[in-house]
């Protein structure tokens, strides 16, 4: 089964808990590297919230949660696909909102909060729009006394998804004291599951990810991803970027969904995404699927990516990487 009648069907718990287990990494696929501060500690053991100790258990149950929640969130959207009347703008005209959004996150609000009730929950519907509040509700969560935050965007690519363009899908992530654990972004369309867990690898429809073309060596190889913001600022800064670019490599796509290119930044399909501003609900799942795969993903200026960040590149490799950076901060003065 495929398409809408298997999204469908995995609105049911029943048919979302198979496929969940379907997926379910094996812990054994590859020994786990050594992290420091507290991704070292959430892997060596923790309280999940329930009295459990025994932290691989307990990402197992994580992550499984996180696939029912999104496979119910993808049934959702499977639906509708053919787009959605748009309720309302948010931040501005370019950042929509439709009917469908808050379905979904209350699907994996739900799911989420039946099974950790303790934990914390970052949804994008449940925060008013603008970079200060996201930043702010961010913030509160993470001071919060709860070690685990569930960070959610119900559906990554809403213009897209309004205007019936198959670009979009939930993302689901978990961190540990700040720190992404676990992420699960489900494309309805292509019926694809990108998972990982810090430590695992990443998976595709469970199986481990390997790139599926030839990994660019040099920005003029390069088929890079970009954003095309909704803030006036940020949307000045991506163009100036995306003008720098474009003359140095292969090519610049911009698909409209984070949650779509940076598990195909993992999977190969594209060499590198950018984008010169964004909330942890749109990057974190993402984030670690791609370095969870092998990848590289930091601040445009090259500092280490948390989920604080707000300006970022991901890449295949290093090499482009570095290169890529590199053009947006000569050329078009971004870092």
Avoid at 48 to 74: M, R, Y
Avoid at 146 to 156: A, C, E, F, K, Q
Avoid at 249 to 267: E, K, N
Wanted: proline share 5%.
């Amino acid at each position: 089964m495929q398409g809408a009648l298997f999204h469908a069907l995995l609105l049911t718990s029943s048919w979302a808990t198979t496929c969940s287990a379907f997926w379910l990494p094996c812990r054994s696929i590859r020994p786990c590297p050594t992290y420091g501060g507290n991704a070292e500690r959430a892997l060596r053991g923790g309280d999940g919230g329930d009295g459990s100790n025994d932290n691989d258990v307990l990402l197992d149950d994580i992550l499984q949660v996180a696939l029912t929640a999104s496979a119910k969130a993808a049934g959702i959207i499977a639906i509708h696909s053919d787009g959605s009347d748009v309720v309302e703008t948010k931040s501005t005209s370019r950042d929509l909102l439709t009917l469908i959004d808050p379905m979904c996150e209350k699907a994996i609000r739900e799911t989420v909060l039946e099974r950790f009730p303790h934990h914390g929950f970052l949804g994008e519907e449940g925060v008013p729009p603008g970079i200060q509040a996201a930043e702010a509700a961010l913030e509160e969560k993470l001071a919060a006394s709860t070690d685990w935050l569930w960070i959610v965007d119900p559906i990554d690519g809403t213009t897209n998804f309004a205007s019936g363009i198959p670009l979009n899908a939930p993302s689901v992530a978990v961190a540990y004291k700040g720190e992404i654990m676990v992420g699960v972004i489900h494309d309805p369309h292509r019926d694809e599951i990108w998972t990982a867990v810090r430590g695992r690898g990443a998976f595709l429809n469970g199986k481990p990810i390997i790139q599926t073309s030839s990994s660019s060596t040099s920005i003029g190889d390069a088929v890079i991803g970009a954003e095309s913001p909704a803030g006036q600022h940020s949307l000045e800064v991506a163009v100036k970027g995306i003008t720098a670019l474009m003359p140095r490599c292969r090519t610049v796509r911009i698909l409209g969904s984070t949650a779509v290119q940076l598990p195909w930044v993992a999977q190969g399909r594209l060499t590198c995404y950018w984008s010169p501003d964004e909330c942890a609900w749109d990057h974190a799942a993402g984030a670690i699927i791609v370095q969870e795969a092998g990848g590289i993903i930091t601040d445009l200026d090259g500092s280490p990516f948390t989920l604080r960040t707000r300006k970022f590149m991901a890449s295949q490799n290093e090499q482009v990487h570095r290169e890529v950076l590199q053009v947006l901060k000569d050329e078009a003065g971004i870092q």
